[in-house]
Structures are given as C-alpha cells and as structure tokens.
C-alpha cells in the first residue's frame, strides 16, 4: 500500500514538473498579437494586454495588465484599465496546435468609466458595432468569444456625463459575473457592488442577444435589490441639494430598445425634501411602476402608491430632462390619511408646528401639482382636514382680546372640526388663500397668509366667534386679527376696536332708518 501511494506522489510530482516545463518552454508572448487583434475585433475598439505567461496549472493565459480603448467621439483614455487579465483557454489546442479557444476571461481590479452624452448615447452603446483594429495575422486561428465564464473583481466604476458640472458617482468593488457568454444569445449575469458614499446594490437576471447597434438596448430581465443607499453621502442629490435619505429597494425590470420598465417597491428611511426641513420621523414606502427611456433620460411614472404607516396617497405623472436635472410634473391625490401619520411626514417638507404641540386624531386630504425643476418646485393644491386637534396649543388664551369678548373658555387643546384651503409651496415660500376652519371653541375662523423661507408668519384672518358675552351684543361681526411671528412661536393680535367700529356704524344706521349691510 505504501508503495502504490509513493508511486502516485512521484507521478503526480512528474506531472507538475513537467507542468511547469512546459510553461517555460511556450512562449505565450507570441500569441499576443493575435489575442490582441481578435479582441479589438469583436469589441470595435484597441485592446492591448501585457506580458503573457502561460500557467497550465490553472488552464489559462494571465496577462499583467489590460488595456480598452474608449469611443473617441467621448474619451481618449482607456475605457477600461485592469491590473491583470486571466484568459481560460483550450490547452490541447494551444499546445498542440497553437490556437487560442477562449473558455473564460477574468478581469481583476479594472477602473472602468460609463459615459453618456447629452444626445443619451453611451460609450458602451458601439461595442462590438465594428473593428478598429487590424485584422488577425494570416492563417492564424480564430478566438471563439463564446465563453462559460465573464468574471470581473474588485472593481471601480465611475458613472457620468459629458459636458456635466455634476460629480460622477462612484461605484466600488464591482463584482460581475456572466455564465456562457455568447454575442448571439441570451446568458445568466450577477452583479454586486458599493456605491461610493453609503449603499449597497445587488443585480441578478439573464441577457441577450447583444444588440449589435447598441449594446445599452440589449433585451435583459433582471431583479434588483438596492440597500441603504445615501442619496446625500452618494452625490445623487448633488442637483436637488436639499434632498436627502437612505433609500432601499426590492424589484424587478425589463430593458429593451424602448427603455427599462421597472416595478418593486421602495423605502425611504430618513427623508428630507425641503432645504429647512428635517429628517422625517418615520419611513416612507412607494410600490410604483416607472418607463425609463435610457437614451432621452425621461419617463413616466404609472404607478406611485405612497405608503406612510397606514396613510396612502397616490403619485403618477413623467419627468424629463432639464441640463443635469430634471423637470417633473406629476399630481398626487388619494383617499383622507390618518393625521397622526401625516404628521411624521411634515418635518421632511419643513412644514413646523408650534413648539410643543403635536396632532392628534382625525383625517387630512391633499390633492395636489408638483411641477418644475427638481431643485425648484411648486407643489399647488387643495388641503382638508377634519375632526383633529393640535395637542398643547390653546389657540383661545393666545387671542386674548378675542377670549374675554366672546367669553370663551381657555382649553390646552385646539380642536378643529373642519379645516380647508389652497395651498402653494414654491422656493419663495408657502401661501395660503381661502382659509376656511371651524373651531369648536371659538367659531369659524377664514382668511389667507403667508409663511417665508424663514418660517416668518403674515397672515391677516377673521374670526366670526359663535359664543355668549359681549360678542353677541355686537351681532357677531367677524372680528379681525393677524397672526404673525414664526411657525414655532406664532403672534396673535386682534382688531376689536374695528370690529366694535364696524358695529357702532351699524347702529347709527339702523337709527337713521338705513338697514345695515350684511
């Protein structure tokens, strides 16, 4: 027995001397010309590789580095550069015949940049499209391009535009896979990668055929799941600069030459949508359908269900290019929302409530536009609210003047049965017109206002107070007041010297014979 197994150690001892004889004795060097020539072919583009060593103990060709050259109507530096190139080939045909069957390719730490012009083409989009290199040496073999396995390792991609002022986005350790390739059908892939600034992106599906006219329209079905991506940390918000969140994501997609359709449903954690604002206190969740045209960066959005607990809104409408951002117009509209979870919602718009307070119970509607550039828009609309109330704030004891004439009773609470209006939030800040509330407490409560950037208050109401005191002597006249101060300290000042006015001339009419105006 010990024999048999010092027999098998010297033949397997042979088999790795003669092994690694035989690297010595090919010189792989003399193929590259050839592997150099058939790869420019097939890609269209100049590849150059390195010093070739054969290593027949993993079956393949390693090259110390690689070389591809970009689309010059883009770039003049290399399109992909890549510390090492690991080629599987047939070991029977390149011993015995010197021909080079490609079975894998393995490309290790490539920097690879993906570029798009402003007219939405790539510089991937021409790969394959046509030669730039010289043809093959005569009567040498052919490389057959139809391989099991594509791998790429630790990579860097860098994402960007032409004639941008936008900082590329940076993906790292690029991990890709491709399982039999072949040009002319359709093969498995896998990607997994870093986004450079906070996120993680995993891709699985199948490709193919590659489009010969523009490998970007490639038919391809694919399942997406994106984590925690830092739309700030990433520079994704760099054309929206008060946009912020991490955002994941569960779906699925389909590409083709009219674009990408993709349907899943994605979650917001932290959000911010407003320059003043802050980060939302609870998650927000979008199931949606999008078309993304790839060439002209345009789509629609068919789908936009918004999920904020058990509050749901719908969002449909398109987006279109507008130089490095975009311009939207979409509408949003849905059925009343529990207020309590509105109101998680309203720090990420910078809509701030009096300090101290919080609402409580009811239901809220909104029907609205959002229109305009991304950094600059203008959300326009309609806002109902019914049976809530803002917990802390006793609006009667804030008005003073009003309270001792109406006789009202101070409360901590402001109830508000009903409360609607139009409402318009631009970068200039919100106006309001049409305020209609009726409180409980006090009475009907109308008016219109303003809210600056500077969360500064102008408003200019009236209130027709439906309580016993002196108000009733007064007949009820609407009594006038402002509301000024800041969101979170708000001034109230009423005008009953104006009111009483308004009253007194009442009177002297009613004396005189006139009938007093209504």
């Known amino acids: 027995m010990k024999r048999l197994l010092k027999i098998a150690g010297i033949a397997i001892a042979a088999l790795l001397l003669a092994g690694i004889a035989l690297s010595f004795l090919i010189d792989a060097n003399r193929f590259r010309p050839m592997l150099e020539s058939k ?35 883009f770039s003049r530096t290399p399109f992909v550069q890549a510390k090492s190139l690991q080629v599987g080939v047939d ?63 630790n990579g860097r991609f860098t ?24 040009v002319a059908s359709s093969f498995p892939f896998s990607a997994n990668m870093k986004v450079a600034g906070g996120g993680a992106i995993k891709l699985d599906g199948k490709a193919g055929p590659i489009d010969q006219n523009d490998v970007a329209t490639t038919p ?15 520079g994704l ?40 604002g802050s980060a939302a206190k609870r998650g927000l969740e979008l199931d949606f359908h999008v078309a993304h045209d790839l060439k002209k960066r345009s ?39 529990p207020v309590q979870e509105l109101e998680g919602v309203l720090p990420a718009l910078g809509v701030i409530l009096p300090n101290g307070t919080s609402l409580q119970g009811g239901t809220a509607g909104v029907k609205a536009t959002i229109q305009g550039p991304i950094d600059r828009l203008t959300i326009a609309g309609s806002v ?13 004891s804030r008005m003073k003047k009003i309270e001792k004439l109406a006789g009202i009773k101070a409360s901590p609470d402001t109830e508000i049965q009903q409360l609607s209006g139009s409402v318009k939030m631009a970068p200039e800040g919100i106006t309001t017109e049409n305020l209609s509330l009726v409180l409980p407490a006090i009475g009907d409560v109308s008016g219109a206002g303003t809210i600056d950037p500077s969360n500064a208050l102008n408003f200019k109401m009236q209130a027709a107070v439906h309580t016993s005191g002196l108000a009733a002597a007064l ?12 969101c979170a300290e708000p001034v109230f000042h009423a005008s009953i010297a104006n009111a009483v006015k308004g009253e007194v001339k009442g009177l002297l009419k009613g004396l005189l014979g006139e009938k007093p105006k209504k």
């Open 39 to 73: 790869l420019s072919a097939a890609l269209g583009r100049d590849v150059k590789v390195g010093n070739l060593k054969v290593t027949l103990l993993s079956g393949g060709v390693t090259a110390d580095d690689l070389s591809i050259a970009d689309d010059p109507a």
């Open 91 to 153: 070991l029977g045909a390149l011993i015995f015949s010197r021909s080079v069957a490609v079975t894998s390719i393995a490309i290790d730490q490539p920097q690879i940049w993906l570029l798009q012009s402003p007219a939405g083409d790539w510089n991937f989009s021409a790969l394959g499209a046509g030669s730039s290199a010289k043809a093959a040496p005569e009567g040498s073999s052919k490389v057959d391009l139809s391989v099991k396995l594509v791998k790429i390792s």
């Open 159 to 182: 994402l960007g535009r032409t004639g941008s002022h936008l900082k590329p986005i940076g993906l790292e350790n690029v991990s890709i896979e491709l399982r039999d390739f072949a």
């Open 220 to 234: 391809a079905s694919l399942t997406l799941h994106v984590e925690k991506l830092d739309l700030a940390g990433s």
């Open 237 to 276: 918000n760099e054309i929206a600069p008060e946009l912020a969140g991490l955002v994941s994501f569960d779906g699925s997609g389909q590409n083709g030459a009219s674009g990408v359709e993709l349907t899943g449903k994605l979650k917001v954690d932290k959000l911010k949508l407003s320059a003043k």
């Open 299 to 337: 789509g629609r959005v068919h789908q936009g269900d918004i999920h904020f607990g058990s509050a749901l809104t719908r969002l449909v409408g398109s987006y279109t290019p507008q130089g490095d951002s975009f311009a939207v117009d979409m509408a949003v509209d849905g059925p009343p929302m």
């Open 384 to 396: 109902t609210m019914n049976n809530t109330r803002l917990v802390g704030f006793d609006l009667s």
């Open 475 to 486: 007949r009820n006249e609407p009594i006038p007041f402002t509301v000024t101060g800041t």
